[in-house]
């Protein structure tokens, strides 16, 4: 199988480009931080997928004369919060709306940005012109006051959320499909692609893409810890998701006002994006060093 | 950015810069219309007589169409008119000349920790690279990039003003102090060194240390990767091979040739990366209710209080292509290849 | 503390007392409240219309009477020494005092009072309905409200209304004199000063303006020259701070003197504080519940009072709220003229799922509710949402900025609507006219209070509102509106839960700061240090 996989002259181009993988996996095995993020990521999907049945409590069940009780109460072993939810409950139920928002937003986000820099990059001309100048619109912004006004105007939520942090997202994605396109765009395989009279959508779909998506991995990667903290922020100027949700951008914002007294209402929540962010960005930096070695 | 040589080129980016504004003004004015308050709630408020409502939204002009309402925000802008915050009732330039200092205070302070404590480490992580100094620096750098910057200011003044009582809390300055220092740059610290007043320059630093050590942790490890990036690439080339080959001291290779290359790039990033302080700081302002351009546009876009929100995403967005044509200026003077 | 102590020991012992604080006990003669400062959009009293710049109103300016915030109902001598109603209920003369002086060194004369009065008519901002409602119009203003010399003011009333009603109007905040001449002076395109005032004043109170700056402090100082307060503070700062762990903070540490807007777990911890007393005030803002008569469950009466049985008042008294809110359950909050007491509802989910099922919802129903952002609102709809949800009562909660939850209410377009409602004014007509008039329940009516916003069309309320507003007996008005609330309690589409309880915490020796039920009546002058 080994042998199969790192075959000099593969036979297929399918055994080649498992072989690619192979390389890149053994690659980010021998990056410990890097197998730390993956970890971190994994679990946060396996949280997603399975939080709720683990959770001891009902993430909404209120006990208000339970409220505010410190970690390590039999039963609440993180405390509960200011109506007497169990934190514990609330941050295992919490992950799939994380890993929910991340998802979203990047499958939002990649595919317009990929299109935009891809079709600019390749056209070329006035194309090129208009695309770019919307991009630096864009990128001018203020991006976090952008999304402030965004949900302002859409309205508060966990979905018009996501839209507004997408929508400010896609131009760096788009600048970089777009640089991606001009080194390969005067490559001689696309003037041989060209001759042997592949259609534009074709080429741009078939050999262009392709050529982009490893630096936009890498970046998607690196961006989900940061779509992660943004939504919190959101969540916590009470823009994202809504109460009662045990979205946890949200639950610092419930812990701000019991602070003093009650520290672990918005440390633990606070803990658990950290640590979700830090996985992306552990796994990203290692994807980096396989799959885009000259951003280095 | 291609350098621009030929006054065509000039004329050409110029015309981009105002059809970047053009469309960012665009934009904030239609998502300010489409946030669904009543701009004239904030002002005649809840009890208002029907005809007083009306009124108000005559004297505003807001019952015009709504390109028209475009239309005469910009003539107002293009004679440097922002017009009048409906939440504070002075002009919006006024107001903008108020809170920005505030926010240039914080982020300078930030940028410098940011380069005193970022650019060493990633020059000592490029000279190790692969040892264990290369990786706590990467960890310590990826950790500044995964924690939320309002949850950290949170915990720190929970820890180092509400416990430890080390620094001062929310705000810029203590009241028994305000008043006493003239505001020549806005720069509080500046403003009480040149007053040569001590008190007022020791409090006023007890307030920002916190906020500004918090962004300048995220300033830090942002520059810490980057100028390691820079630093191995520069180490990898043929001159540095060269210098140590002719017997230079390594220390000399590494901060007379490498770094003072690596410089070029590197005062591109720093620059960049004080734009985004600019703007960045938003929610931090609010944690410590720093009296910034973050806060003063957040709460004028929770009103609907167009004007501010225009003014000051104009000033910012102005800020960021000013700062990006500033690198572009600097890397030219800085690049022996380019000058 | 004791942590706290230890560690400041610990720093002086190791000479690094630099990095210490110095106790910052604010100076003897100035009293410094952190407070949540409202938008101040404008500190001219005739376009004045929230809390706090209502309370710098009543601190900078002087009226023709006050109302009495120790007892309701009682009217005080203002700049007008004396005044009289004549037999045909709407012709009022008022003898102003002698000696009264504006900042600006003038006397206050009659003239001054009438122009500012007929100013708040003419520039008809957001608070001009205290006067309209009374019948006074742009047109006819100049005529009904006069300076017959210079110490007498005469003012007609369209009709005939109770006169406690026409003074505590003329006491509200918006019916301040101001300094004609300076405001003349100070004209733009006849705007009568407007504009020049809404960064200034023009008043004659016990404290003038320093200065404000927006989001963060309020200045007053101390005016000597006025005819009956000579406050022992020459300064008073409102500081803005939003937070109320901020607040606590500040006040444990004696940055502050005053801290007002302290949640019930800060006030816990401060009441064992030795440093600081802890004072609690009845305030008039009542919480509670608007549901729109539009959506089909709350069209109908059984529903409205089963949700009235679905709220664990006792539970949310004793857990969340505890001294800061108080349960009551009709217009008129506890200390008002006709107030009453009636606490029929309490939690009885059984009951009200026997009434959602009469009312054909026997698994109940679903209906957004709109929130205001943050404490103690989005706390209160969750459990609410919770307690609702023992009947099958679907809550989804719309949290949003106070102004965007407003203009939804406004264009009834929630289906329940969560918040407080204050009076203006002294008077139980302005809280009777709120929640129990509706002239015209169309879309284009000009009247939109509480009872149109949530389409609950009563021309029989309406009626009897306007009845007792007209009665010129005491007790018979009083009478009025104790039967207007047993009726209401039953039917109307509002489920009022709670008063609001104002808490003061002050340093110790920090004494004599007045607060009325409303900011109306929040006074500096009597403050001292002890």
Not at chain 1, 30 to 40: D, M, Q, V
Not at chain 3, 303 to 316: F, Q
Not at chain 3, 346 to 354: H, L
Not at chain 3, 449 to 455: G, P, Q, S
Request: with cysteine; charged share 20%; aromatic share 8%.
């Amino acid at each position: 199988m080994r042998a199969w996989l790192l075959a000099e002259e593969p036979a297929s181009p399918w055994q080649a480009r498992l072989g690619r993988l192979y390389l890149g996996w053994r690659r980010l095995c021998g990056n410990p931080l890097a197998l730390l993020g993956l970890a971190l990521v994994l679990l946060l999907a396996l949280l997603a997928a399975i939080g709720p049945w683990l959770a001891p409590h009902d993430p909404a069940a209120q006990a208000l004369e339970l409220r505010l009780r410190p970690p390590l109460t039999p039963g609440y072993w993180l405390g509960t919060d200011e109506l007497g939810r169990d934190i514990l409950s609330r941050l295992l139920c919490g992950a799939r709306i994380t890993l929910g928002i991340v998802l979203l937003t990047v499958a939002i986000v990649v595919p317009i940005g990929l299109a935009i820099g891809t079709v600019a990059g390749y056209a070329g001309g006035w194309v090129d012109t208009v695309l770019m100048r919307l991009t630096d619109i864009f990128l001018a912004f203020p991006r976090l006051i952008l999304a402030l006004a965004l949900v302002a105007a859409l309205g508060p939520g966990i979905d018009n959320a996501v839209l507004a942090i997408a929508l400010t997202a896609w131009p760096a994605y788009a600048r970089l499909a777009r640089a991606e396109t001009l080194l390969v765009r005067r490559a001689d395989y696309i003037a041989a692609v060209r001759l042997a009279g592949a259609s534009h959508a074709r080429i741009v779909v078939r050999h262009v893409l392709p050529l982009c998506l490893p630096s936009v991995i890498v970046r998607a990667t690196l961006e989900m810890a940061g779509v992660i903290v943004t939504a919190a922020g959101l969540g916590f100027l009470g823009l994202g998701a809504q109460p009662p949700s045990p979205e946890w951008g949200l639950m610092i914002a419930s812990g701000r006002k019991v602070l003093l007294d009650s520290w672990w209402v918005a440390t633990m929540p606070g803990l658990a994006i950290f640590l979700v962010s830090l996985g992306f960005n552990l796994l990203g930096d290692g994807l980096r060093d396989v799959l885009d070695p000259r951003q280095g | 950015m291609r350098p621009a040589r030929l006054p065509g080129a000039v004329a050409r980016r110029t015309l981009e810069l105002a059809a970047t504004f053009l469309g960012l003004l665009a934009v904030t004015f239609v998502i300010g219309r489409l946030v669904p308050i009543d701009p004239v709630l904030a002002l005649v408020g809840d009890r208002a007589s029907a005809s007083a409502h009306a009124q108000a939204l005559r004297e505003l002009g807001l019952d015009q169409p709504l390109w028209r309402q475009f239309l005469d925000y910009l003539g107002q802008v293009l004679q440097g008119d922002f017009g009048v915050s409906r939440l504070t009732s002075n002009p919006v330039a006024e107001d903008i000349a108020r809170v920005f200092p505030a926010t240039v205070e914080l982020a300078t302070l930030a940028t410098l920790i940011g380069v005193l404590g970022g650019v060493p480490l990633g020059v000592l992580a490029a000279l190790r690279q692969g040892t264990w100094v290369d990786h706590a620096v990467r960890v310590a750098s990826l950790i500044g990039y995964s924690v939320p910057v309002f949850w950290f200011g949170l915990m720190g003044l929970l820890v180092f003003y509400a416990r430890l009582d080390w620094v001062a809390g929310p705000g810029r300055l203590d009241l028994a102090y305000e008043g006493l220092v003239e505001p020549r740059s806005g720069l509080l610290l500046l403003d009480a060194l040149l007053a040569g007043e001590w008190e007022v320059l020791v409090d006023a630093w007890r307030h920002i240390v916190l906020p500004a050590s918090i962004l300048g942790y995220f300033s830090m490890a942002y520059l810490a990767r980057m100028t390691r990036s820079f630093m191995l690439e520069q180490l990898h080339q043929e001159y540095v091979l060269t210098a140590r080959v002719k017997g230079l001291a390594e220390w000399r290779v590494v901060l007379c040739h490498a770094l003072a290359n690596a410089a070029v790039p590197l005062v591109t990033v720093i620059a960049l990366s004080f734009g985004h302080l600019l703007e960045g700081s938003v929610l931090t302002e609010i944690v410590f209710a720093w009296p910034g351009l973050g806060s003063y546009l957040t709460q004028a876009l929770m009103s609907a209080d167009m004007n501010a929100v225009l003014g000051g995403t104009v000033v910012i967005g102005a800020i960021f292509v000013g700062l990006n044509l500033l690198a572009d200026v600097l890397y030219r003077w800085l690049d022996p290849r380019v000058r | 503390m004791r942590i706290r102590r230890a560690l400041l020991a610990l720093c002086l012992a190791c000479g690094v007392a630099a990095t210490a604080p110095a106790t910052a006990d604010t100076p003897k003669n100035m009293v410094v409240m952190a407070a949540m400062l409202d938008e101040f959009i404008s500190l001219d009293p005739a376009e004045i219309y929230e809390l706090v710049p209502i309370e710098y109103a009543a601190n900078v300016y002087d009226r023709l009477v006050r109302t009495d915030p120790r007892r309701p109902g009682e009217i005080l001598p203002g700049l007008a020494e004396r005044w009289s109603v004549a037999d045909d209920g709407r012709t009022f003369t008022f003898t102003l005092r002698r000696g009264a002086r504006f900042h600006s060194g003038r006397e206050v004369t009659a003239a001054d009072a009438a122009w500012s009065l007929a100013r708040l008519v003419r520039l008809n901002k957001g608070p001009a309905f205290l006067l309209t409602q009374m019948g006074f119009s742009a047109d006819n203003v100049a005529e009904r409200i006069r300076a017959t010399d210079t110490t007498t003011l005469v003012l007609v009333t369209g009709e005939r209304y109770a006169p406690t009603f026409v003074l505590n109007c003329l006491g509200a905040w918006a019916a301040s004199v101001l300094d004609r001449e300076l405001l003349l002076a100070n004209e733009v395109n006849g705007d009568l000063g407007n504009a020049w005032l809404k960064t200034r004043e023009a008043g004659s109170g016990p404290f003038r303006l320093v200065a404000l700056r927006p989001g963060e402090a309020l200045t007053l100082e101390a005016f000597p020259g006025h005819w009956q307060d000579h406050p022992a503070m020459k300064r008073v700062v409102l500081r803005h701070v939003p937070e109320a762990a901020a607040q606590r903070l500040l006040l444990e540490k004696g940055d502050v003197d005053i801290a007002r807007n302290l949640g019930p777990d800060d006030l816990a911890a401060l009441r064992a504080n030795p440093d600081v007393q802890v004072r609690t005030v009845p305030a008039a803002d009542l919480l509670y519940l608007g549901l729109n008569t539009r959506h089909p469950a709350f069209a109908k009466p059984a529903v409205r009072e089963a949700l009235k049985w679905l709220v664990d008042y006792e539970g949310i008294s004793r857990n969340v709220f505890r001294e800061t809110h108080v349960p009551h359950q009709t217009f008129l909050p506890a200390g008002f003229f006709g107030a009453i007491d009636d606490l029929p509802y309490r939690f009885d989910p059984a009951r009200a799922r026997a009434l959602l099922a009469a009312a054909g919802y026997p698994d109940g129903f679903s209906a957004t509710i709109d929130v205001r952002k943050g404490y103690p609102g989005q706390d209160l709809a969750q459990i609410l949402q919770a307690n609702f949800a023992q009947a099958g009562v679907k809550l989804e909660l719309l949290v949003a900025d106070n102004k965007q939850t407003l203009t939804r209410y406004r264009a009834r377009r929630h289906d329940i609507y969560q918040g407080y409602w204050a009076p203006d004014y002294i008077d139980p007509h302005s809280n009777a006219q709120g929640f129990a008039w509706n002239p015209d329940n169309g879309d284009d009516s000009p009247n939109r209070l509480l009872a149109w916003r949530n389409a609950w069309d009563i021309p029989d309320y309406t009626r009897r509102t306007e009845a007792a507003l007209a009665e010129p007996d005491p007790a018979r008005r009083r009478a009025a509106y104790e039967a207007l609330q047993r009726d209401f309690v039953r039917d109307a589409p509002f489920v009022i839960l709670f008063q609001k309880v104002l808490t003061l915490a002050e340093r110790r020796g920090v004494e004599g700061f007045v607060t009325g039920p409303i900011n109306d009546q929040f006074f500096y002058s009597g403050i001292v240090k002890r």
